[in-house]
């Protein structure tokens, strides 16, 4: 996760330090006219993607004070970007079917972190681990779309490409994260990453 967050991360830092030379064509009307929107969201977003990858490591748990400094940065960051991606979803590229694709995408994020934050004030670690690995899952889309967004243009020209990708950025993340959750979180927990500290 972190070998493909880090230059995802770094490319969402250049939309805020470089700006429109980075803005893919079609989409740079819509950045330009809305950098409250999308710069919010690109680093905060990048940040949110370097913490969260490196937050399930054994090694940084263990040292809880730095685990939970970096956590309260990762619910900050996915707070900010959640807001303004349901804010930037609302004038996303492609009509409503898109709208409603990163629209979700930025309200899940909202209520999966905040889930995962409350356990963790009550103590509840598992709940805590369970709703982390699916915000994750859904901050990671900011790789998945970066990896499809090409191909999917490629073959179905740029306007079909990115409404696809508004629902296939994240929806298979969400079930893998859901797989390992069924599959492996209780019986066989997977070391260093959701084993009980």
Not at 95 to 117: I, K, N, P, R, S
């Amino acid at each position: 996760m972190v070998f493909f967050s880090v230059p995802i991360a770094l490319y969402a830092f250049a939309y805020v330090i470089v700006g429109k030379p980075m803005y893919p064509p079609d989409l740079a009307a819509s950045f330009l006219s809305r950098p409250w929107g999308i710069n919010p969201h690109a680093l905060f977003g990048g940040i949110g993607l370097l913490i969260g990858g490196v937050q399930f490591h054994r090694s940084l748990r263990r040292r809880l004070r730095l685990h939970r400094l970096l956590g309260r940065i990762y619910v900050i960051s996915c707070l900010v970007t959640g807001v303004a991606g349901i804010y930037m979803a609302a004038y996303s590229y492609g009509g409503w079917f898109t709208h409603l694709g990163f629209g979700t995408l930025g309200a899940l994020l909202l209520v999966t972190t905040a889930v995962a934050f409350v356990a963790i004030r009550r103590g509840d670690v598992e709940t805590h681990r369970r709703w982390m690995l699916r915000s994750y899952a859904l901050m990671f889309a900011a790789v998945t779309l970066r990896l499809q967004l090409p191909l999917l243009a490629s073959s179905f020209g740029f306007a079909d490409g990115y409404r696809v990708v508004s629902w296939s950025c994240w929806v298979p993340n969400v079930l893998v994260a859901e797989t390992i959750l069924y599959f492996w979180f209780r019986k066989t927990p997977i070391p260093g990453v959701l084993e009980t500290a």
